[in-house]
């Protein structure tokens, strides 16, 4: 293909954060959370109004024309060219290239058995031997030595834990909030468990509002099993094609968190995943419930069904941070003291919700700040809310706001266990605005 001063190039979408630089102050940096590449762009300044403009309206001589004028200096075509190029081979640009690699990639990982634990090795330990060691002692052990020094009991004595948030925030930065979440797990996990439900935020764009994922997951712990059959037959209640997105589940980094948690904590104790990634991408940017659509309620009633059917042996978990604030996410200062609190105080109203299995208000809460707080765990938890037992209600475990060191950035997460007396569970009327799969609406 001839990338020359005619050529429109067209950036494809991409993870955009924007990062410290001791040279230019701060940069952006481009990466892509598909799986397709593991290139990353970093653009200084004078580089983000030429790749903006990068839509495929433009030749690269428009763009040079354009983007010097913003600049306030002449742009050579040949800058603009140059750059195309270089994205282009970075498989950031939407382009024959492009779209002939991931026509491979697609293919190899349809037709692979297991999903690759692709953040081994960086996100976490990928040697079997240091990785459980760092879960045990630095994030169990820590969150056990919090809990111990705080006296603190929490709702889960003589009940059985039947959902669970957890962050999704890398385990480096997140090992006390891993901790007190998978704790929980383990004391009130009742012993016939055998299938979990895992909802994760995709981090990359979605066609449809779930995708299922039927393999199953690698870990430097051990491999495992999906259930094939509960994925089967959730996918045969669907209304919509729930293998679309299916790609994102290979380089997503939100529910392989949890399973290499749920390896370690249930050692050789068998069991199955049902991986399920929630986008709920339309509902997000138009603020609306998902609870009005028909097509998000047959996939979430399936689950639900799902978890009744099975009475008892099925435990739901959102890997789902909260809050993401600060100039790495576009804010243009980082939050003060006062800020902090506010947003701990948000937070904690949008989780006093979800503790209530309040779905409406906890969706209508959380949406009403979406381009400020950028929850990004919106889709996985309220997935969660809508397929637990009715009579279950949630605890806060822990939260917390990690701040980057470098440029005062926050990501806010939270553990959270949702449970219920012990005994069988029986089927229970739902509340009206939470879930309307019982009601007959």
């Avoid at 009940?159 to 090992?175: E, F, N, S, T």
């Avoid at 009633?301 to 890997?319: M, Q, S, Y």
């Avoid at 009206?432 to 799969?437: L, P």
């Amino acid at each position: 293909m001839m990338i020359d001063a005619r050529f429109r190039p067209i950036l494809r979408p991409l993870e955009t954060i924007v990062a410290p630089d001791p040279r230019h102050g701060r940069v952006v940096v481009l990466q892509d959370t598909q799986g397709f590449t593991s290139a990353h762009a970093v653009l200084p300044p004078p580089l983000v109004p030429i790749v903006a403009r990068m839509t495929g309206t433009r030749t690269c001589e428009e763009i040079a024309r354009e983007a010097g004028a913003e600049l306030g200096a002449e742009l050579p075509v040949e800058v603009v060219v140059k750059l195309a190029k270089e994205l282009d081979e970075a498989l950031m640009l939407d382009s024959p290239r492009f779209r002939a690699e991931k026509e491979r990639i697609e293919r190899a990982f349809v037709e692979a058995r297991v999903r690759a634990a692709s953040h081994a090795g960086g996100a976490y330990h990928g040697e079997r031997a240091k990785l459980a060691a760092y879960l045990e002692k630095d994030c169990l052990a820590r969150a056990r030595k919090k809990k111990s020094a705080a006296n603190g009991a929490t709702m889960a004595n003589g009940k059985r834990l039947v959902g669970l948030v957890a962050p999704h925030i890398d385990p480096w930065r997140g090992a006390e909030g891993y901790g007190h979440a998978y704790d929980a797990l383990a004391k009130s996990l009742a012993p016939e468990v055998d299938t979990f439900v895992v909802f994760g935020t995709s981090h990359a764009p979605m066609r449809e509002h779930f995708a299922l994922c039927k393999k199953a997951f690698d870990t430097p712990l051990g491999e495992v099993a999906a259930d094939e059959d509960a994925i089967d037959a959730i996918a045969k209640r669907a209304k919509f094609d729930p293998y679309a997105d299916q790609l994102n589940h290979k380089r997503e980094h939100s529910i392989e968190f949890q399973v290499v948690f749920l390896r370690h904590m249930l050692g050789e104790r068998p069991f199955r995943i049902v991986p399920v990634l929630a986008g709920l991408g339309e509902h997000q940017a138009r603020r609306s419930d998902p609870a009005k659509d028909d097509r998000a309620n047959a996939f979430l009633d399936a689950i639900a069904e799902l978890v009744e059917a099975r009475n008892g042996r099925v435990a739901v978990i959102a890997g789902a941070d909260m809050a993401h604030v600060g100039p790495r996410f576009g804010d243009a200062d980082p939050y003060g003291r006062a800020e902090r609190a506010a947003l701990e105080a948000t937070d904690r109203a949008s989780l006093a919700h979800a503790a209530a299995l309040e779905g409406s208000a906890f969706w209508d809460h959380v949406a009403r700040d979406l381009e400020t707080r950028r929850v990004c765990g919106l889709g996985p938890i309220y997935a969660l809310m809508r397929t637990i037992p009715r009579a279950a209600r949630g605890d806060l475990l822990h939260y917390e706001q990690t701040i980057d060191d470098n440029d005062g950035s926050i990501v806010s997460h939270a553990a959270m266990g949702f449970y219920r007396a012990g005994g069988v569970l029986r089927a229970e009327t739902p509340p009206h605005d939470v879930d309307r799969r019982r009601s007959g609406e």
